[in-house]
């Protein structure tokens, strides 16, 4: 079982909260999230919130913060091989109290077409519901496209 290595990136100015499903191989080594070369999610957030793409940890906290998002994923721990979320199994999903508890989000994003669903469905029948109650997730499909779940 690979246990979950990077902090949740929120604070209390937090309205936003995009969702991955767990870090990748180079994530886990970078102890950071989308840490490798060709993810495109830094470079889409600055293209949208329109500044300059981060290239240091500390840059990219620094712009999601600024921007009022938070980053976290929805996996504690799971088996995976390399880092397919297809392959990903026996999840454990994450705690997302202690960002919700803190930050007003509005809606809860999620990174990802194949795991975090699943992940989310894992998650105890009461807060899903919460989830379904008071929020709205986004899904980013390949970056470029938006949808909604509705759980």
């Known amino acids: 079982m690979i246990q979950h290595p990077i902090a949740p990136v929120y604070d209390a100015e937090s309205r936003i909260l995009i969702l991955g499903s767990f870090p990748s191989v180079k994530s886990r080594e970078q102890q950071f999230f989308y840490g490798h070369k060709q993810n495109r999610f830094w470079k889409v957030c600055a293209q949208v919130l329109g500044c300059a793409v981060p290239e240091s940890v500390e840059e990219k906290r620094n712009m999601l913060l600024s921007h009022h998002i938070a980053v976290w994923d929805v996996i504690a721990s799971c088996e995976i ?28 994003s999620k990174l990802s077409t194949a795991c975090p669903s699943r992940a989310i469905l894992a998650l105890p029948n009461t807060f899903r519901q919460e989830i379904r109650d008071h929020f709205y997730v986004t899904i980013f499909a390949a970056y470029d496209r938006l949808g909604t779940l509705f759980l």
Not at 86 to 108: E, F, Q
């Open 81 to 108: 091989t390399g880092s397919s979320d297809a392959s990903i199994r026996d999840v454990v999903p994450n705690d997302l109290s202690c960002i919700l508890s803190h930050a007003d989000i509005r809606p809860i």
